[in-house]
Nanobody
């Protein structure tokens, strides 16, 4: 089971750190990603991290967001900075896999958390 936290209402230009804690039995040292779904939008990939620590980011968040993991805490983080109103969304973490440098999301229900809401006011 994955549990996201850290979402909040924040002003434009502000920062937040999201956490995704995995319950015992859910291994996060493979590959994980953060997705988001804004109002009226489809879910989109934000950032991913491989078991080796390689990271990839959507162009819209490059230079502003950082994905990381703490294997000892079985937790994945998304540090978000210089937030913009268009970052407003529900953010979800996912446990998946990397193949040839590309992230493939887990599709089972337990591969996703319940989401945490981020609202950025202008």
């Amino acid at each position: 089971q994955l549990v996201e936290s850290g979402g909040a209402l924040v002003q434009s230009g502000g920062s937040l750190r999201l956490s995704c804690a995995a319950s015992e039995g859910t291994v996060i040292s493979n590959a994980e990603a953060w997705y988001r779904q804004g109002p009226g939008s489809q879910r989109e990939s934000v950032a991913s991290i491989s078991s080796a620590g390689d990271t990839n980011y959507a162009d819209s968040v490059k230079g502003r967001f950082t994905i990381s993991r703490d294997n000892a805490k079985n937790t994945v983080y998304l540090q978000m900075g210089s937030l913009k109103p268009e970052d407003t969304a529900v953010y979800y973490c996912n446990v998946g896999r990397y193949v040839d440098g590309e992230y493939y999301p887990g599709i089972n229900s337990d591969a996703w958390g319940q989401g945490t809401r981020v609202t950025v006011s202008s």
